[in-house]
């Protein structure tokens, strides 16, 4: 008898910890609290189970700008390869290149796929408001200019010469 009043004692303790910090939530705002929300204390809890930080930006505007950049990059990737499937050349960087694309979407842009590529990766870091995606960005593009667009860019001048030179002149990198 003893020992089931005092699991009814802990029990009850444990409802008026969670009550408190319910209640602590709701006058700080925030409805994710928990009981290691006590005055004082430290979160003790493992990383993967603290709360994750506040949103950089508002759901609806998250999901807005997530879901239109990744169908614009989703649609812009369809345009690119049909522009490559109609120059007749291949898409794969590490196959040789028939002939300069320059309809389409390389009317606007010398990189479509990666642009495309940018606006996917960009769309799902909104979706999933997630900052530390969006600022890593621009060091991932970087990469891909230095490693990967200006390789391909001597490779064209040295195979096209003027031609390509020209189309360079007349087309921006990226936008």
């Keep these: ?14 409802r008026s910890v969670r009550a ?10 925030d409805r994710r609290a928990s009981a290691f929300d006590l005055p004082g204390s430290a979160d003790l809890r493992p990383a993967a189970q ?15 700008l997530g879901w239109s950049l990744l169908g614009a990059g989703a649609l812009l990737l369809v345009w690119f390869e049909w522009a490559m499937w109609q120059a007749d050349t291949s898409s794969n960087p590490y196959k ?6 320059t309809e389409g979407p390389f009317r606007y842009t010398r990189n479509p796929g990666y642009l ?6 960009t769309g799902i870091a909104s979706l999933a408001n997630a900052l530390w ?14 490693g990967v667009i200006e390789r391909e860019e001597r490779y ?4 096209f010469g003027e031609e390509y030179l020209r189309y360079k002149a007349r087309v921006r990198r990226w936008i």
């Design 1 to 14: 008898m003893a020992s089931c009043s005092k699991r009814a004692t802990v029990a009850d303790q444990v």
């Design 20 to 29: 408190y910090a319910r209640r602590r939530a709701r006058q700080a705002g």
């Design 50 to 64: 603290q709360e994750a930080p506040d949103r950089f930006l508002p759901r609806g505007i998250a999901r807005g």
């Design 96 to 101: 040789p290149v028939k002939h300069i694309a």
């Design 116 to 121: 495309s590529m940018a606006m996917i990766y």
């Design 133 to 146: 995606a969006i600022l890593l960005l621009p060091g991932a593009l970087l990469v891909i200019q230095r």
């Design 156 to 159: 064209l001048e040295r195979k």
